[in-house]
């Protein structure tokens, strides 16, 4: 049975730092693509960042120089260094797998940037 379990999602003032973590258990298959993705109320689930087993690495223009994806192929695991917060970046971010097969997601962690 696959699961992601995503940690790392807090309350944090403006321009605080989270990191979010998501580990991938029973796949099967190589990992391909791990990322993060994010999703506000009435709006579509838009990437974040993603990494591909090369270390090649694709970020939304709104978190470049702001937030680092990286991954450790070892443990299956991706993560997500946020720096700069602002309140748009408060909503529920997803952690996604995609094994050249499948796509998996995580059930979400809550990112609040309040003061």
């Known amino acids: 049975q696959v699961q992601l379990v995503e940690s790392g999602g807090d309350l944090v003032q403006p321009g605080g730092s989270l990191r979010l973590s998501c580990e991938a258990s029973?796949?099967?298959?190589?990992?391909?693509?791990m990322g993060w993705y994010r999703q506000a109320p009435g709006k579509q689930r838009e990437l974040v960042a993603d990494?591909?087993?090369?270390?090649?690495?694709n970020y939304a223009d709104s978190v470049k120089a702001r937030f680092t994806i990286s991954r450790d192929n070892a443990k299956n695991t991706v993560y997500l260094q946020m720096n700069s917060l602002n309140p748009g970046d408060t909503t529920i971010y997803y952690c996604?797998?995609?094994?050249?097969?499948?796509?998996?997601w995580g059930k979400g962690t809550q990112v609040n940037v309040s003061s």
């Open positions: 029973g796949i099967v298959f190589s990992i391909a693509v």
């Open positions: 990494m591909l087993r090369s270390g090649t690495t």
């Open positions: 996604n797998v995609y094994d050249s097969r499948h796509t998996f």
